[in-house]
């Protein structure tokens, strides 16, 4: 069974008038595969904790970008030896682009679409031991440093998102993900167990 770990917790903070954001990394082991989504922009972060797993960027098969905000996705095209996954297509570095099946080659880890942050947005979901659902969520759900996580079901489902493309496209998405996670991982924020 797949085995779920954030490598890094995402942030978007404020220090001194200027903006820092990067996402939550989280690493997907499963049949003997290392997947990553969301490596984010925080370079050094992303390395050290790769290292803490005694991996090197060599050793990463998929990259999986929720959307392609720089704050998730600008370190995709470090990992040599990977295929990247976005909402729809597979992406290798010779340039080849093909369809994906809603699902990571050779695993059952799912990517489902869920639009409204940004028009291509998605998802991951993944079945865990621990954990029950797991959905890696991008930018569906997220909070600045300094708000709080408020989790149930009515907050989760209003909070503003700055950032958002389509409001009631994106409450859509909010609803399809609540249905169906135990536990969902932000775009950034702290990880949180659904109330069922
Ligand atoms: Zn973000």
């Known amino acids: 069974m797949a085995e779920v770990k954030i490598l890094m ?19 997907i082991q499963d049949n003997n595969l290392n997947i990553i989504v969301d490596p984010g922009m925080n370079r050094k972060g992303l390395l050290d904790s790769l290292a803490k797993e005694g991996l090197k960027s060599e050793d990463i098969n998929f990259i999986i970008v929720t959307h392609t905000h720089l704050d ?23 340039g080849k682009i093909t369809e994906h099946d809603s699902i990571v ?14 028009q291509f947005h998605c998802s991951v979901l993944i079945n865990t031991k621990n ?9 569906v759900f997220w909070w600045t440093d300094d708000e709080e996580q ?11 998102d700055p950032y958002v493309k ?31």
């Open 9 to 27: 917790k995402g942030y978007a903070k404020e220090i001194e008038g200027e903006e820092f954001a990067s996402s939550t990394i989280t690493l």
């Open 72 to 94: 998730h996705s600008l370190l995709a095209g470090i990992f040599g030896n990977a295929k990247i996954l976005d909402n729809n297509n597979v992406y290798s570095f010779d």
């Open 105 to 118: 080659p050779n695993t059952e880890i799912q990517i489902i679409k869920t639009p409204g942050h940004d």
């Open 131 to 139: 954990r029950g659902k797991v959905i890696i969520a991008g930018d």
């Open 150 to 160: 408020k989790l149930d079901r009515q907050s989760l489902l209003e909070h503003k």
């Open 166 to 196: 389509d409001e009631k496209v994106l409450r859509k998405s909010r609803e399809k993900i609540l249905k169906i996670a135990d536990y969902i991982i932000p775009g950034h924020g702290e990880g949180f167990k659904l109330n069922k």
